[in-house]
């Protein structure tokens, strides 16, 4: 009999560490990303740079993302190819306007990494050895390593009732400390206090202005500020925190 009670409690014990095991692979990044090239280093603080209509180029150590507004007016075939470089390319989701769907991405060089909004809504698909595409749905997550900088992009829903892409999550730093940053599309109606409650652990909002992209203060879900300030040529230099 104390055998037979012994050998139900081994199967649990499996059946709960096999239930642990594809949790964790249910819960982790639909993609992963490793770079060679420099990345990592001792600075702990990281800039936006606007670098066109609708684009801004966050850098850390040596990673680069380079996020663009699929209604601004550098979202085009033409522009595209003089697009700054970048190791990840982030197409914010459309609302209405000038959305060309992937077409200005035919224009980009083979093998860029570049995450859009999935499902898309254009039928024109990337030229054979073009950029490689990563189609998200909310709550989808990539991580991209180089070195010992870690990026991860997470697919975020709207407001209630929302079942869409609105915006990315971008966590950028190392294994001791990040910043995190969200990247909404144009049009969000959210205010700093809704987008504070939706975005607890977010430090920052990225917004699409009229007279340029604009910035937030989140302060990790006690906002500050309540009025977007506009990113300025010179940047906007940001510091890790240790999490």
Not at 35 to 48: E, I, K, P, T
Not at 186 to 215: C, I, N, S, T, W
Request: aromatic share 6%.
């Amino acid at each position: 009999m104390r055998n037979h009670y012994g050998w139900r409690a081994v199967g649990v014990v499996l059946l709960m560490a096999l239930g642990c095991r594809w949790g964790v692979a249910q819960v982790g990044p639909r993609y992963v990303i490793e770079l060679d090239g420099n990345g990592g280093g001792s600075v702990a603080q990281g800039r936006m740079q606007p670098v066109g209509k609708g684009m801004v180029l966050i850098s850390f150590q040596g990673l680069t993302v380079l996020t663009v507004d699929a209604d601004a007016e550098a979202y085009s075939q033409d522009i595209a190819r003089s697009w700054p470089a970048a190791d990840l390319l982030l197409v914010t989701p459309a609302t209405a306007g000038r959305y060309d769907g992937l077409a200005p991405l035919l224009a980009l060089r083979d093998g860029l990494r570049v995450v859009v909004a999935e499902p898309s809504d254009s039928g024109v698909p990337p030229r054979a050895g073009g950029p490689k595409l990563y189609p998200m749905q909310p709550w989808n997550a990539l991580e991209l390593r180089k070195q010992k900088t870690r990026l991860r992009v997470t697919a975020m829903p709207g407001s209630a009732g929302m079942a869409t892409v609105a915006g990315y999550l971008l966590e950028i730093g190392d294994s001791r400390a990040s910043y995190r940053v969200y990247v909404s599309r144009a049009g969000a109606a959210d205010g700093a206090l809704q987008l504070a409650q939706r975005l607890p652990g977010a430090d920052v909002a990225l917004l699409p202005g009229r007279d340029g992209p604009h910035l937030l203060a989140l302060n990790r879900g006690a906002p500050r500020v309540w009025v977007p300030a506009t990113l300025k040529e010179t940047g906007y230099a940001f510091t890790v925190i240790k999490r």
